[in-house]
């Protein structure tokens, strides 16, 4: 037979063992990364475990709160505030916060979400009320800056650091919509016409314009044509002196006869009336040349009245 004792006595032991390392491992916590763990002992505050690989003791002490360290944001709902000029609007914020003292954020406030938000809606009234409507629509980033600085000074000893607070909606009554949609659309008629009236100065500006700079540009035209015109009749005279002068200097050289020189005379005279003349006066030396007489008479289209000197 075997002895019970000496069965009892290592199975026993051995779950003794079991139980103590069982305790052990369960006892053991690793903090993760931005996480804070606030620890107890017998009931009060003992210590913050940050990052890391901690021991709690059984029995003795506990994990009263598991903090996170990263930036929250908290959506509150709209709040119902009064304008300085009695306008009652819907408004709701959003706030992004960060605990950076686990032990006042455990133990400062028993809600601290539910005491940011009434902190909240209070803030938000009390600065609302001091503004009219206009104001309020147009100044959110005066109110955000106002509801920070108060919410974080404020939310301070409650281990809380408010990072930046946002108005997310301002609703104002239906009636104040409408009268804001029809003032907007008034404006943006009166935008238009503006708008319109400016285009159609510009239109006449600029035809003006397009149409002075062509009277210019037509000027310019006459007058280089009337100058290129000039320029061609100063050279033609100047060509037909230079062939004059050319053939008298050729006469010259030839030592023409009387004969011959009267009928170049005639000849120049027959040029001269170029068929258009009613009335040429011929020397009384060249009408001795009576055939040439006859040929220039023929040559010439309208009749001819000669008389002698």
Known sequence: MYDLNNVVGPVFTGVIVLLVVVIIIRNIRVVQQARAFVVERLGAYHATWNVGLHF???????????????????????????????????????????????????????????????????????????????????????????????LDEATDSWGIKVNRVELKNITPPKEIQNAMEKQMKAERERR????RAEGEKRAAILEAEGEKESAVLRAEAKKEAAILEAQGKAQA??????ATAEGLKLLNQAAPTEPIVQLKALEAFQAAANGQATKIIIPSEIQGLAGLATAFKESMTD???TDKK
């Open 303 to 305: 009749p001819v009245r």
């Open 237 to 242: 005279i100047i060509a037909v002196n230079q």
């Open 192 to 195: 238009e016409s503006i708008l």
């Open 56 to 150: 709690k003791i059984p029995f003795i002490e506990r994990i009263a709160k598991v903090v996170s360290l990263k930036e929250q944001v908290a959506d509150f709902p709209p709040q119902p505030v009064i304008t300085k000029d009695n306008v009652t609007m819907q408004i709701d914020t959003v706030i992004y916060f960060q605990i950076t003292d686990p032990k006042l954020y455990t133990y400062g406030v028993e809600n601290p979400m539910l005491a940011i938000e009434n902190l909240t809606a209070t803030t938000l009234r009390n600065i609302i009320g001091e503004l009219e409507l206009d104001e309020s629509l147009t100044s959110r980033d005066t109110i955000n800056a106002k509801m920070q600085q108060i």
